[in-house]
């Protein structure tokens, strides 16, 4: 009676060794991604900590004071903190809502070239902009919107017969200008993830529409659309995972750190950096880091279970 349970564990054993065996070639290939995890994004967990301490150099980060919470109530309490939040926030909306329809469009529109060569052409000149530092983004906008010099100031206005605008001092129009940049910089890499899973979509699909009489309008909302809902949703959700986090880049040199733009570009990550260069204070900062993680990863697991609830071949897990 005793024999079975270690028979069914031998072989049980000897199914999972042979297993092993036949996939050593991709988890040897797996091994420099799972380092990389494991030093980049596991080992600095540790750090949390710091969100706790009162660091003192001198003393060490294990034998600085524990001060508890109170690097959080000086991030809370900060007359800023309404701000910063509620930019991060309707920012990353807005770009998730934007960035997500631009991005299916132009997949779909892509998809739609028949040429190989101007659809390779145009894929290119898509995904160029998310290849350029956002510090010479920063410096594209500034020669286009420079008030003594600028492209619009001088070329653009003058041509509708419009004055010219202070563009560094009015913060009216940056919400504007920030989403413009962002979808102009970031549209085409996830344009190429969505045309990905266009191309993957079976013809006979839409050969089948096409007896049936449906015209291409038809068949893209129809058949396309959803078919690459799975993949719209994962890359959503990932978004919403990172909806507390901002570009700082984008917030930062687009601006150019304009001061009396700070009501509309000023999100967290710009203000704990600004915190950090002039308290110096690592805990708030670090504390600033905690806050928007665990506030992603409570929103990606309500989001993942509401898409779950709906239909679960389409959750992340």
């Known amino acids: 009676m005793q024999a079975q349970p270690k028979q069914a564990t031998a072989t049980g054993l000897r199914f999972k060794l042979k297993e092993l065996k036949k996939y050593r070639a991709l988890m040897l290939m797996a091994i420099p991604g799972m380092l990389y995890l494991l030093i980049n994004n596991y080992l600095p967990m540790f750090g949390v900590v710091i969100a706790f301490k009162d660091v003192n150099f001198a003393k060490g980060i294990w034998g600085s004071d524990w001060i508890g919470f109170k690097n959080f109530e000086y991030l ?8 910063i939040t509620r930019n991060t926030i309707l920012y990353n909306l807005v770009f998730i809502i934007l960035g997500t329809s631009i991005s299916i469009s132009l997949a779909i529109l892509l998809n739609e070239i028949k ?26 906008v500034l020669a286009f919107l420079d008030g003594n010099s600028g492209f619009m100031n001088k070329t653009i206005l003058p041509m509708f017969g419009l004055s010219e605008v202070s563009w560094y001092s009015e913060t009216k129009y940056w919400p504007y200008i920030l989403t413009i940049v962002h979808i102009w910089k970031g549209v085409g890499y996830s344009c190429v993830i969505y045309l990905a899973s266009i191309i993957g979509i079976d013809s006979e699909y839409y050969e089948a529409a096409t007896i049936d009489g449906a015209n291409r309008w ?10 690459i809902i799975p993949v719209i949703t994962i890359l ?9 986090y901002s570009d700082f880049g984008l917030f930062y040199q687009v601006p150019l750190n304009t001061g009396v733009l700070m009501p509309v570009t000023n999100t ?4 704990v950096y600004r915190a950090l260069i002039n308290l110096g204070d690592i805990g708030m900062s670090s504390a600033a880091g905690m806050y928007q993680a665990v ?23």
């Open 115 to 140: 040429n190989r060569f101007l659809s390779r052409f145009n894929q290119s000149l898509i995904l160029l902009p998310h290849l350029i530092s956002m510090v010479i983004v920063g410096y594209l």
């Open 268 to 271: 967290i990550d710009t203000y």
């Open 295 to 317: 506030v992603g990863f409570v929103l990606i697991i309500v989001a993942n279970y509401v898409v779950k609830k709906r239909n679960s071949d389409n959750a992340l897990f």
């Open 218 to 227: 038809q068949q893209i909302w129809n058949i396309t659309i959803p078919l």
């Open 236 to 244: 959503t959700l990932l978004s919403i995972g990172r909806i507390f």
């Open 76 to 83: 809370f309490k900060t007359s800023d903190a309404f701000i």
